[in-house]
């Protein structure tokens, strides 16, 4: 496999600078125009990435291209992340999991920017939701791709510290990233990333990184309970992972915890732990979907996620009828509405298309408050 992360045609315009902050300086690429009326989506990678290993696969997709024409891209590397980033001086403290979202603050100031759709995956899709908790007005939307929002338990860090004595540095970030399968069965991909975590990035910065995520705190988030405060996200909300990736029990935990009407998960099936990776076209299609169901792009052409719902007797009207920018709950919708309770991939109308990323299957599960009945939210799946 061969990664492209150079490409970026795109941008319609883009700037590389260091970015000084409150907990010290952060490298930031802006790509784009960014437009008063709309937020910027800005991007925050895992661990042993950066945003162009991490996000340019999904950036540089051909279905993107229309997303990125209406919004700027402000993309984040962690310090020291970035390509070919010299060591830190002795005695440098690298910020916590809390301070790395208070850096974002400083960021938007220093381009301008008002609010943002976030996009983090692993860690960044922690210190986005950290930054969202602290400064909900600046965030109009979240896609979290593998989050976890739990501290690193006692045995976790245990084991952690043991593999830390007999693993190679590169061997446990692979093992983060990537579930046991596609390690053991996607070979190019893996031998494409390892060489990447051991050539371009700077292992004593990335073990720092690794440390920080690894202490990080709880984000004590609680499902809404009418009559009771409770620390939660107030923006909607798009939980990815693949149905392969080691992160899916921290993902289905986060979703318990979130506001179910302002809460989508997808679970992307035959796909391992990067999907915006190894399944960029699905990942558009639904953040396009996102997107429009916050209230922008209303005449953005119909993606195949959707039209594969009109084809299958669903109603495309069914979710953003009753989103708002603020509201993305999917009401009472489940898989006996959709009418592919007991169909096939052949069913769906979709079967003869020749292009190779079609013949995939979206469970998309939309959490439904007014759904009393219904005490657990069926997946409902999509074949497009």
């Avoid at 930054?131 to 690193?152: S, Y």
């Avoid at 990080?216 to 992972?241: A, F, S």
């Avoid at 915006?276 to 558009?284: D, E, G, N, R």
Wanted: aromatic letters at 6%; a negative charge; glycine letters at 8%.
């Amino acid at each position: 496999m061969v990664l492209d992360v150079e490409d970026t045609a795109y941008l319609i315009s883009n700037a590389e600078q260091d970015v000084e902050t409150m907990h010290g300086s952060v490298r930031v690429t802006m790509c784009g125009t960014p437009r008063g009326n709309r937020p910027a989506i800005l991007t925050y990678h895992d661990i042993g990435l950066n945003h162009k290993t991490c996000f340019n696969p999904l950036f540089n997709f051909e279905d993107m291209q229309e997303i990125t024409q209406h919004f700027a891209v402000c993309h984040v590397d962690a310090p020291g992340q970035q390509d070919g980033a010299p060591s830190f001086q002795a005695g440098y403290v690298y910020p916590s999991m809390d301070q790395l979202a208070e850096m974002i603050p400083g960021i938007l100031k220093q381009f301008g920017l008002k609010t943002i759709i976030g996009m983090g995956t692993g860690a960044g899709a922690y210190i986005l939701t950290r930054f969202a908790l602290n400064h909900a007005e600046m965030v109009e939307g979240l896609v979290l791709i593998n989050v976890n929002p739990c501290a690193e338990g006692w045995m976790d860090w245990a084991a952690t510290k043991i593999s830390g004595w007999t693993n190679a540095l590169p061997d446990m970030v692979i093992s983060h990233l990537f579930g046991k399968e596609e390690i053991h069965s996607n070979h190019d991909l893996i031998h494409t990333y390892r060489q990447h975590i051991i050539n371009d990035m700077n292992q004593t910065n990335l073990h720092l990184f690794v440390n920080s995520y690894n202490s990080r705190r709880d984000l004590e988030i609680e499902r809404p309970v009418p009559g009771v405060n409770v620390v939660t996200l107030q923006c909607p909300v798009l939980l990815v992972v693949g149905d392969s990736s080691p992160a899916v029990d921290a993902v289905v935990e986060c979703n318990s915890k979130l506001d179910p009407t302002r809460t989508t998960l997808l679970k992307m099936a035959d796909c391992g732990g990067l999907p915006q990776v190894s399944q960029p076209a699905k990942l558009a299609e639904a953040f396009k979907y996102f997107v429009q169901g916050m209230g922008y792009m209303p005449s953005a052409s119909m993606t195949r996620l959707m039209r594969s719902r009109t084809a299958s007797g669903s109603s495309v009207t069914s979710l953003e009828g009753q989103r708002s920018r603020s509201h993305t709950g999917e009401g009472t919708r489940s898989r006996s509405h959709t009418g592919e309770g007991t169909r096939s991939r052949s069913h769906t109308g979709d079967g003869s298309r020749n292009r190779s990323h079609t013949d995939t299957r979206i469970e998309l599960t939309p959490n439904s408050a007014s759904n009393a009945e219904q005490s657990s939210p069926k997946s409902m799946e999509v074949s497009c």
